[in-house]
């Protein structure tokens, strides 16, 4: 099962995951659709040049990266990093 608006697909394995529990790496709470139906992402692309959206992306993945030790929550973060990283691929042509 993924996750989808017009553009971005998330994975999202249901199994994995109890209705109590969210996907705090695919699908924050926080950053999900707003009222305007706008997810956070899309956002912060559309207010940026291609370039300046790719570096967005690296710096993501550089700062998940860097402090994935350090926040207790090592997983989380390498899977972070992982997403922005995989995004930052697909933003290459």
């Known amino acids: ?3 989808t608006n017009d553009r971005y697909e998330w994975p999202v394995s249901w199994e994995r995951y109890s209705m ?3 996907d705090e790496v695919n699908s924050p709470a ?3 659709l ?3 139906g706008v997810e956070c ?3 912060i ?3 940026m040049s291609a370039d300046e959206f790719q570096g967005y992306l690296k710096g993501n993945t550089m700062k998940y ?3 994935y030790k350090y926040k207790g929550k090592e997983r989380q973060d390498l899977e972070k990093a992982k997403w922005y990283l995989n995004k930052l691929a697909e933003t290459v042509q």
């Open 1 to 3: 099962m993924k996750h």
């Open 20 to 22: 109590n529990e969210r």
């Open 30 to 32: 926080h950053y999900k």
């Open 34 to 36: 707003n009222e305007h």
């Open 41 to 43: 992402i899309e956002a």
């Open 45 to 47: 692309e559309a207010s």
């Open 65 to 67: 990266l860097w402090r």
